[in-house]
């Protein structure tokens, strides 16, 4: 997901270094090591875009290493949205992914677990065509333009700053996008199971 922005990136990067050398411009000197340097960047620390973590590794000790945060988990983190949203996008990725073949099971997510999907329990073939239909509908449902941020940040595990980049736009303006995409996400989920009940509901009587 980072390809683009990553090249976009390091052709900006080439260009100040060349513009440095040509005008014969000292580089600037190099911060002090610090000691979560080997995780990447600092500034996506800073911003929340990974988190650092230290896990035991055998005999050695321990090492620190960065974990991607997936956006919906970190905006819920933060109060942005509500549980049932972030449930919504858990389910929007397990219907998908389901689809897709990538894994076979539904309900889970680093940092998250929901109900599973009513075709969860179907044989492969059929609950593969059953999360298909669910995910189509719920692309359907958000329109284009919601459904291309909701590929980049909720289906994979692509940051906001970075598809705002891809779209000229910037951070603030790429993170209201989001958040509108996943409102509307919510309330094609909050309407399938309105939908849904009711069903189960005429069913029984």
Known sequence: MG?????CCGAAA???R?????GGLKPRAQPSPDSRSDLGP?????R???AAE???????GTIDRARVQWAPLRLHQ?????????EA???????????EGARDDAGTMPGVVVRAAPWSRLPLAERRMRARDEYRAATQACGVQASAVLAWCVLQDGQVAGWAECRGLDRNAGAGYLLAAIERLAEHYATLDTRMRHVAGTRQS
Not at 3 to 7: D, K, L, N, S, V
Not at 18 to 22: H, I
Not at 89 to 99: G, I, K, L
């Open 3 to 7: 390809g683009p922005a990553a090249r």
């Open 14 to 16: 080439g260009a100040r």
């Open 18 to 22: 060349q513009r440095r050398g040509v």
């Open 42 to 46: 600092l500034v996506r620390l800073r």
């Open 48 to 50: 929340g875009d990974v």
């Open 54 to 60: 230290r896990i035991a590794e055998g005999t050695r």
């Open 78 to 86: 933060a109060g942005r949205i509500t549980r049932e949203a972030l």
């Open 89 to 99: 996008c858990v389910r929007y990725r397990d219907a998908w992914e389901v689809s």
